[in-house]
Protein backbone atom coordinates (compact mmCIF):
# COMPACT_ATOMS: atom_id res chain seq x y z
CA UNK A 1 0.00 0.00 0.00
CA UNK A 2 3.06 2.41 0.58
CA UNK A 3 2.40 5.50 3.09
CA UNK A 4 3.24 9.05 2.46
CA UNK A 5 5.19 11.81 4.58
CA UNK A 6 4.46 15.56 4.22
CA UNK A 7 6.56 18.13 4.96
CA UNK A 8 5.54 21.39 5.77
CA UNK A 9 7.51 24.41 6.33
CA UNK A 10 6.12 27.47 7.82
CA UNK A 11 6.60 30.97 9.38
CA UNK A 12 8.13 29.24 12.58
CA UNK A 13 9.37 26.33 11.82
CA UNK A 14 9.05 22.66 9.86
CA UNK A 15 6.57 19.86 10.70
CA UNK A 16 6.34 16.36 9.12
CA UNK A 17 3.80 14.34 8.95
CA UNK A 18 3.31 10.87 8.23
CA UNK A 19 0.41 8.65 7.55
CA UNK A 20 0.09 4.81 5.53
CA UNK A 21 -1.86 4.56 2.47
CA UNK A 22 -5.09 5.00 3.77
CA UNK A 23 -3.84 8.63 5.08
CA UNK A 24 -6.37 8.46 7.55
CA UNK A 25 -4.53 8.58 10.59
CA UNK A 26 -1.29 11.06 11.00
CA UNK A 27 1.58 11.36 13.15
CA UNK A 28 2.58 15.06 13.46
CA UNK A 29 6.19 15.78 14.37
CA UNK A 30 8.02 19.15 14.74
CA UNK A 31 8.53 21.85 15.10
CA UNK A 32 11.99 21.78 13.62
CA UNK A 33 13.93 24.93 13.66
CA UNK A 34 11.35 26.65 16.23
CA UNK A 35 11.11 29.86 15.68
CA UNK A 36 12.90 30.61 12.36
CA UNK A 37 11.08 30.53 8.77
CA UNK A 38 11.41 27.74 6.50
CA UNK A 39 10.68 28.75 3.42
CA UNK A 40 10.89 25.26 1.71
CA UNK A 41 11.71 21.52 2.90
CA UNK A 42 12.32 18.94 0.33
CA UNK A 43 13.18 15.25 -0.15
CA UNK A 44 15.60 13.51 -2.46
CA UNK A 45 13.63 11.53 -5.14
CA UNK A 46 16.79 8.74 -5.48
CA UNK A 47 17.22 8.57 -1.86
CA UNK A 48 14.15 9.81 0.17
CA UNK A 49 15.67 9.75 3.59
CA UNK A 50 17.80 12.62 2.09
CA UNK A 51 16.48 15.88 3.34
CA UNK A 52 17.24 19.85 2.37
CA UNK A 53 15.74 22.26 4.38
CA UNK A 54 16.17 26.22 3.89
CA UNK A 55 15.96 28.02 7.13
CA UNK A 56 15.95 31.30 7.16
CA UNK A 57 15.80 34.71 10.06
CA UNK A 58 15.88 38.21 9.94
CA UNK A 59 18.33 38.48 12.65
CA UNK A 60 20.74 35.09 12.08
CA UNK A 61 20.76 34.96 8.32
CA UNK A 62 20.08 31.73 6.27
CA UNK A 63 21.53 28.12 7.08
CA UNK A 64 20.42 25.21 4.69
CA UNK A 65 19.66 22.08 6.90
CA UNK A 66 20.26 18.58 5.49
CA UNK A 67 18.61 15.53 7.23
CA UNK A 68 19.95 11.62 5.97
CA UNK A 69 17.42 9.87 8.46
CA UNK A 70 13.87 11.03 7.30
CA UNK A 71 13.91 14.33 9.09
CA UNK A 72 14.35 12.66 12.84
CA UNK A 73 18.17 14.60 13.49
CA UNK A 74 20.07 17.77 11.23
CA UNK A 75 22.71 19.36 10.70
CA UNK A 76 23.88 22.63 8.65
CA UNK A 77 25.10 22.39 5.65
CA UNK A 78 27.16 24.81 3.13
CA UNK A 79 25.19 28.05 3.88
CA UNK A 80 27.97 30.19 1.36
CA UNK A 81 25.97 31.75 -1.67
CA UNK A 82 28.31 34.10 -3.51
CA UNK A 83 27.31 35.42 -7.40
CA UNK A 84 29.84 34.61 -9.74
CA UNK A 85 31.95 37.22 -10.69
CA UNK A 86 31.21 41.27 -10.51
CA UNK A 87 27.83 40.77 -9.17
CA UNK A 88 26.17 43.76 -11.30
CA UNK A 89 22.53 45.47 -10.68
CA UNK A 90 19.38 44.82 -11.38
CA UNK A 91 16.37 47.07 -11.31
CA UNK A 92 14.84 47.97 -8.28
CA UNK A 93 11.12 48.68 -7.45
CA UNK A 94 11.53 52.59 -8.91
CA UNK A 95 13.35 51.18 -12.25
CA UNK A 96 16.99 52.20 -10.68
CA UNK A 97 20.12 50.23 -10.56
CA UNK A 98 20.50 47.99 -7.55
CA UNK A 99 23.11 45.88 -6.72
CA UNK A 100 22.61 42.02 -6.22
CA UNK A 101 22.55 41.29 -3.00
CA UNK A 102 21.70 37.49 -1.75
CA UNK A 103 18.96 37.80 1.19
CA UNK A 104 17.43 33.71 1.19
CA UNK A 105 16.81 30.59 -0.45
CA UNK A 106 13.20 29.97 -1.47
CA UNK A 107 13.39 27.10 -2.91
CA UNK A 108 15.55 23.38 -2.94
CA UNK A 109 15.46 21.04 -5.47
CA UNK A 110 17.19 17.76 -5.77
CA UNK A 111 18.34 15.73 -8.43
CA UNK A 112 15.92 13.18 -9.88
CA UNK A 113 19.12 10.70 -9.89
CA UNK A 114 22.04 11.86 -7.70
CA UNK A 115 21.19 12.45 -3.83
CA UNK A 116 24.01 14.53 -3.45
CA UNK A 117 23.05 16.88 -6.44
CA UNK A 118 20.52 19.79 -5.11
CA UNK A 119 19.73 23.17 -6.90
CA UNK A 120 18.61 26.10 -4.79
CA UNK A 121 16.86 28.91 -6.04
CA UNK A 122 18.08 32.09 -4.16
CA UNK A 123 16.74 36.04 -3.76
CA UNK A 124 17.97 38.22 -5.15
CA UNK A 125 17.50 36.01 -8.18
CA UNK A 126 20.17 33.40 -9.41
CA UNK A 127 19.84 29.60 -9.57
CA UNK A 128 23.20 27.53 -7.57
CA UNK A 129 24.08 23.49 -7.52
CA UNK A 130 25.54 21.82 -4.99
CA UNK A 131 27.18 18.25 -6.02
CA UNK A 132 28.01 17.45 -2.60
CA UNK A 133 24.80 17.26 -0.40
CA UNK A 134 24.49 20.54 0.42
CA UNK A 135 28.09 21.53 1.96
CA UNK A 136 29.17 24.00 -1.08
CA UNK A 137 27.14 25.87 -3.67
CA UNK A 138 28.55 27.33 -7.44
CA UNK A 139 26.17 29.72 -9.22
CA UNK A 140 25.04 28.93 -12.61
CA UNK A 141 25.99 32.38 -14.05
CA UNK A 142 24.44 31.99 -17.49
CA UNK A 143 20.78 32.69 -16.12
CA UNK A 144 21.62 36.08 -14.15
CA UNK A 145 24.26 37.02 -17.62
CA UNK A 146 22.50 35.78 -20.35
CA UNK A 147 21.45 39.34 -21.28
CA UNK A 148 18.35 40.40 -19.62
CA UNK A 149 19.00 40.37 -15.72
CA UNK A 150 20.08 44.13 -15.99
CA UNK A 151 16.18 44.78 -16.54
CA UNK A 152 14.83 41.98 -13.97
CA UNK A 153 12.72 43.81 -11.28
CA UNK A 154 11.56 42.37 -8.05
CA UNK A 155 8.31 41.90 -7.13
CA UNK A 156 5.69 42.56 -4.35
CA UNK A 157 7.69 39.65 -2.37
CA UNK A 158 11.13 40.37 -3.78
CA UNK A 159 13.14 39.24 -6.74
CA UNK A 160 13.35 35.35 -5.83
CA UNK A 161 13.81 32.41 -8.03
CA UNK A 162 10.61 30.21 -6.56
CA UNK A 163 10.49 27.23 -8.69
CA UNK A 164 13.20 24.92 -10.29
CA UNK A 165 11.41 21.85 -12.25
CA UNK A 166 13.65 19.57 -13.77
CA UNK A 167 12.54 17.16 -17.25
CA UNK A 168 12.48 13.95 -15.99
CA UNK A 169 12.98 12.58 -19.40
CA UNK A 170 16.25 15.14 -20.06
CA UNK A 171 18.27 16.02 -17.20
CA UNK A 172 19.54 18.85 -19.26
CA UNK A 173 16.72 20.20 -19.60
CA UNK A 174 15.24 22.51 -16.40
CA UNK A 175 12.79 25.32 -16.36
CA UNK A 176 12.91 28.20 -13.95
CA UNK A 177 10.78 31.13 -12.50
CA UNK A 178 11.14 34.53 -10.84
CA UNK A 179 9.06 37.23 -9.61
CA UNK A 180 8.30 39.24 -11.51
CA UNK A 181 11.04 38.50 -14.42
CA UNK A 182 9.29 35.84 -15.92
CA UNK A 183 9.96 31.64 -16.99
CA UNK A 184 13.25 30.63 -18.53
CA UNK A 185 14.62 27.32 -19.46
CA UNK A 186 17.64 25.71 -20.28
CA UNK A 187 18.56 22.75 -22.38
CA UNK A 188 22.47 21.88 -21.79
CA UNK A 189 22.18 21.42 -18.04
CA UNK A 190 22.13 25.21 -16.90
CA UNK A 191 25.20 26.61 -19.23
CA UNK A 192 22.76 28.80 -21.25
CA UNK A 193 18.88 29.72 -20.69
CA UNK A 194 16.50 31.52 -22.89
CA UNK A 195 13.43 33.65 -21.81
CA UNK A 196 10.05 30.90 -22.08
CA UNK A 197 7.16 33.90 -22.34
CA UNK A 198 5.92 34.50 -25.50
CA UNK A 199 2.26 34.84 -24.68
CA UNK A 200 2.39 36.05 -21.62
CA UNK A 201 0.60 39.37 -21.50
CA UNK A 202 0.69 41.92 -17.86
CA UNK A 203 -0.96 44.56 -18.24
CA UNK A 204 0.74 46.48 -15.46
CA UNK A 205 4.42 46.94 -17.01
CA UNK A 206 5.69 49.50 -19.49
CA UNK A 207 5.25 46.86 -22.23
CA UNK A 208 2.46 44.25 -21.89
CA UNK A 209 4.42 42.02 -23.88
CA UNK A 210 7.93 41.94 -23.38
CA UNK A 211 10.55 38.98 -23.07
CA UNK A 212 11.02 39.74 -19.50
CA UNK A 213 9.27 41.34 -16.12
CA UNK A 214 6.20 38.55 -16.21
CA UNK A 215 5.60 37.85 -12.70
CA UNK A 216 4.83 33.83 -12.93
CA UNK A 217 3.81 33.03 -9.44
CA UNK A 218 4.34 29.03 -9.96
CA UNK A 219 4.60 26.60 -13.14
CA UNK A 220 4.11 22.61 -12.96
CA UNK A 221 4.18 19.80 -15.46
CA UNK A 222 3.36 16.02 -15.69
CA UNK A 223 6.60 13.56 -15.61
CA UNK A 224 4.96 12.10 -18.66
CA UNK A 225 4.44 14.88 -20.28
CA UNK A 226 7.59 17.52 -19.83
CA UNK A 227 6.70 19.12 -23.24
CA UNK A 228 3.20 20.69 -21.65
CA UNK A 229 3.97 23.30 -18.67
CA UNK A 230 1.27 24.57 -16.24
CA UNK A 231 1.29 28.15 -15.10
CA UNK A 232 0.27 30.41 -12.24
CA UNK A 233 1.04 34.00 -13.78
CA UNK A 234 -0.33 36.55 -11.26
CA UNK A 235 -3.06 37.24 -13.68
CA UNK A 236 -4.44 33.96 -15.48
CA UNK A 237 -3.61 30.71 -15.75
CA UNK A 238 -1.24 29.38 -18.74
CA UNK A 239 -0.62 26.70 -20.65
CA UNK A 240 2.38 26.02 -23.25
CA UNK A 241 2.80 22.39 -25.20
CA UNK A 242 6.14 23.24 -26.46
CA UNK A 243 8.31 23.59 -23.49
CA UNK A 244 7.23 27.38 -22.96
CA UNK A 245 7.88 28.15 -26.18
CA UNK A 246 4.57 29.60 -26.42
CA UNK A 247 1.58 30.12 -23.79
CA UNK A 248 -2.11 30.18 -23.90
CA UNK A 249 -5.06 31.34 -21.63
CA UNK A 250 -6.94 28.55 -20.50
CA UNK A 251 -8.95 30.65 -17.62
CA UNK A 252 -11.85 29.13 -18.79
CA UNK A 253 -14.66 29.60 -16.13
CA UNK A 254 -12.29 30.46 -13.08
CA UNK A 255 -13.81 33.24 -10.80
CA UNK A 256 -14.15 35.96 -11.65
CA UNK A 257 -16.24 35.22 -14.10
CA UNK A 258 -17.69 38.55 -15.11
CA UNK A 259 -16.30 39.94 -18.45
CA UNK A 260 -15.97 43.40 -17.26
CA UNK A 261 -12.79 41.55 -15.50
CA UNK A 262 -11.52 39.36 -17.83
CA UNK A 263 -7.87 41.35 -17.71
CA UNK A 264 -7.69 40.56 -14.24
CA UNK A 265 -9.12 36.98 -13.96
CA UNK A 266 -7.31 34.02 -12.30
CA UNK A 267 -5.18 34.72 -9.57
CA UNK A 268 -3.33 32.75 -7.34
CA UNK A 269 -0.36 31.07 -6.28
CA UNK A 270 -0.15 27.86 -6.58
CA UNK A 271 -1.02 25.40 -9.30
CA UNK A 272 -0.24 21.34 -9.48
CA UNK A 273 -0.46 18.23 -11.88
CA UNK A 274 -2.44 14.91 -10.55
CA UNK A 275 0.09 12.13 -10.67
CA UNK A 276 -1.56 9.84 -12.72
CA UNK A 277 -3.44 12.39 -15.15
CA UNK A 278 -1.15 14.91 -16.90
CA UNK A 279 -4.02 16.64 -17.97
CA UNK A 280 -5.74 16.94 -14.64
CA UNK A 281 -4.54 19.89 -12.69
CA UNK A 282 -5.26 22.26 -9.78
CA UNK A 283 -5.59 25.81 -8.78
CA UNK A 284 -6.73 27.73 -5.78
CA UNK A 285 -7.77 31.34 -7.03
CA UNK A 286 -7.83 34.19 -4.88
CA UNK A 287 -9.74 37.22 -5.10
CA UNK A 288 -7.02 39.80 -6.21
CA UNK A 289 -2.79 41.08 -6.01
CA UNK A 290 -4.40 42.73 -3.01
CA UNK A 291 -6.99 40.53 -1.40
CA UNK A 292 -4.72 37.31 -0.45
CA UNK A 293 -7.87 35.62 -0.12
CA UNK A 294 -10.91 33.56 -1.54
CA UNK A 295 -13.57 34.61 -2.86
CA UNK A 296 -16.68 35.49 -1.00
CA UNK A 297 -14.84 33.80 1.90
CA UNK A 298 -15.65 30.47 0.69
CA UNK A 299 -11.90 28.01 0.01
CA UNK A 300 -12.48 26.54 -2.95
CA UNK A 301 -10.02 23.84 -4.85
CA UNK A 302 -10.22 24.28 -8.74
CA UNK A 303 -9.48 21.36 -10.91
CA UNK A 304 -9.42 20.77 -14.30
CA UNK A 305 -9.26 17.37 -15.96
CA UNK A 306 -8.76 18.69 -19.84
CA UNK A 307 -5.99 20.30 -19.20
CA UNK A 308 -7.88 23.97 -18.76
CA UNK A 309 -10.52 25.98 -19.62
CA UNK A 310 -12.82 23.82 -18.26
CA UNK A 311 -12.80 23.87 -14.37
CA UNK A 312 -14.62 22.64 -11.41
CA UNK A 313 -14.92 23.70 -8.39
CA UNK A 314 -14.05 21.34 -5.54
CA UNK A 315 -15.50 21.98 -2.04
CA UNK A 316 -16.45 19.06 0.23
CA UNK A 317 -14.47 19.75 3.52
CA UNK A 318 -13.30 22.94 3.13
CA UNK A 319 -14.73 26.23 4.72
CA UNK A 320 -17.47 28.03 2.36
CA UNK A 321 -17.59 30.97 4.61
CA UNK A 322 -15.61 33.63 6.84
CA UNK A 323 -12.45 32.36 5.04
CA UNK A 324 -9.93 34.67 4.90
CA UNK A 325 -6.89 32.93 4.31
CA UNK A 326 -4.10 32.59 1.57
CA UNK A 327 -2.26 29.44 -0.20
CA UNK A 328 1.16 30.47 -1.25
CA UNK A 329 3.12 29.14 -4.17
CA UNK A 330 4.85 26.18 -2.56
CA UNK A 331 1.80 25.24 -0.65
CA UNK A 332 0.89 22.38 -2.88
CA UNK A 333 1.89 19.07 -3.56
CA UNK A 334 0.96 15.33 -4.95
CA UNK A 335 1.45 12.01 -3.73
CA UNK A 336 1.89 9.45 -6.22
CA UNK A 337 -0.22 6.77 -4.64
CA UNK A 338 -3.27 5.33 -6.54
CA UNK A 339 -5.76 7.14 -5.74
CA UNK A 340 -4.03 10.30 -5.56
CA UNK A 341 -3.61 12.09 -2.83
CA UNK A 342 -3.28 15.84 -2.58
CA UNK A 343 -1.89 18.52 -0.24
CA UNK A 344 -2.20 22.21 0.24
CA UNK A 345 -1.51 24.51 3.60
CA UNK A 346 -3.00 27.41 4.18
CA UNK A 347 -1.64 31.24 6.02
CA UNK A 348 -4.02 30.22 8.16
CA UNK A 349 -2.16 27.35 9.67
CA UNK A 350 -4.44 24.34 7.88
CA UNK A 351 -2.57 21.61 6.04
CA UNK A 352 -5.39 20.06 4.39
CA UNK A 353 -5.31 16.62 2.30
CA UNK A 354 -7.85 14.83 0.00
CA UNK A 355 -7.23 11.14 -0.53
CA UNK A 356 -9.17 11.03 -3.40
CA UNK A 357 -7.67 12.98 -6.00
CA UNK A 358 -9.69 16.26 -4.74
CA UNK A 359 -13.44 15.30 -4.51
CA UNK A 360 -13.14 15.32 -0.54
CA UNK A 361 -10.96 17.30 1.72
CA UNK A 362 -10.15 17.36 5.20
CA UNK A 363 -7.44 19.09 7.67
CA UNK A 364 -4.27 16.82 8.55
CA UNK A 365 -3.60 19.30 11.29
CA UNK A 366 -4.89 23.08 12.22
CA UNK A 367 -3.48 25.65 14.19
CA UNK A 368 0.40 25.55 12.60
CA UNK A 369 1.97 28.94 12.46
CA UNK A 370 1.58 30.18 8.37
CA UNK A 371 2.50 27.36 6.07
CA UNK A 372 5.11 28.59 3.39
CA UNK A 373 5.58 25.23 1.30
CA UNK A 374 3.95 21.53 1.37
CA UNK A 375 5.63 18.83 -0.04
CA UNK A 376 5.34 14.94 -0.22
CA UNK A 377 7.27 11.71 -0.30
CA UNK A 378 5.64 8.40 -1.61
CA UNK A 379 7.59 6.15 0.15
CA UNK A 380 7.47 1.98 -0.07
Known amino acids: ?43 SPVNPNRIYASQCS ?23 FAYDGVPGTH ?22 TDAETVYAGIEDAAIFRSTDGGQNWAELPGLRGHGSGPNWQPGAGGMCLHTILIDPTNPQRMFIAISAAGAFRTDDGGTTW ?31 KPNTLFMQKHWDVMRSDNAGDSWKVVNGNLPPESAAQDAR ?30 HDGALRVFRSRTGGNDWEPLTKGLPQSNCYLNVLRDAMAVDSLDECGIYFGTTGGQVYASADAGDSWAPIVRDLPAVLSVEVQTLS
Open 265 to 294: RAFGFVIDVHSHEPETIYVVPIKSDSEHFP
Open 194 to 224: KPINKGLHSQYIPDPDAEVGHCVHRIALHRS
Open 58 to 80: GWFGQLVQRSNDGGKTWEPVGNK
Open 91 to 112: KWYDGTPHPWEFKRVWHLEPSL
Open 1 to 43: MGRVRVLVGTRKGAFILEADGKREKWNVSGPFFGGWELYHVKG
